[in-house]
Nanobody, 134 residues
Framework: QVQPVESGGGLVQAGGSLRLSCAASGHAFKTYAMGWFRQAPGQEREFVEREFVAAFSWSGVHTAISDSVKGRFTISRDSANNMMYLQMNSLKPEDTAVYYC??????????????????????WGQGTQVTVSS
């Protein structure tokens, strides 16, 4: 198991920035695809799907990012230190959510493939809350 751990969430005003971090086992950075998802708060008894934000292929070469955050969020990784990051700029109230990092592996797909649905990922962190005030 990878057992990822997220950090870096918090409360920020609209237009501000945050950087989320995800720490995981070293072996995951060699053969696992990895990415970020978010789950916004729902109304009582309302199920809100976990939304794809950004991800790397297992090779670490290819990335994908959601249209809803393109131009504002950047995904990056430091394989030497077993860390993945999500830099979030120009935050909006609709970015408010619990953010999760997730891993899929090992080497389940072509080196170019970037998984984009929650069902493709096997290991999840506990999440970190991001709240953007207007």
């Amino acid at each position: 198991q990878v057992q990822p751990v997220e950090s870096g969430g918090g409360l920020v005003q609209a237009g501000g920035s945050l950087r989320l971090s995800c720490a995981a086992s070293g072996h995951a950075f060699k053969t696992y695809a990895m990415g970020w998802f978010r789950q916004a708060p729902g109304q009582e008894r309302e199920f809100v799907e976990r939304e794809f934000v950004a991800a790397f292929s297992w090779s670490g070469v290819h990335t994908a990012i959601s249209d809803s955050v393109k131009g504002r969020f950047t995904i990056s990784r430091d394989s030497a230190n077993n860390m993945m990051y999500l830099q979030m700029n120009s935050l909006k109230p609709e970015d408010t959510a619990v953010y999760y990092c997730a891993f899929r592996g090992p080497s389940k797909d072509g080196s170019w493939y970037v998984p984009r649905t929650r069902y493709e990922y096997d290991d999840w962190g506990q999440g970190t809350q991001v709240t953007v005030s207007s």
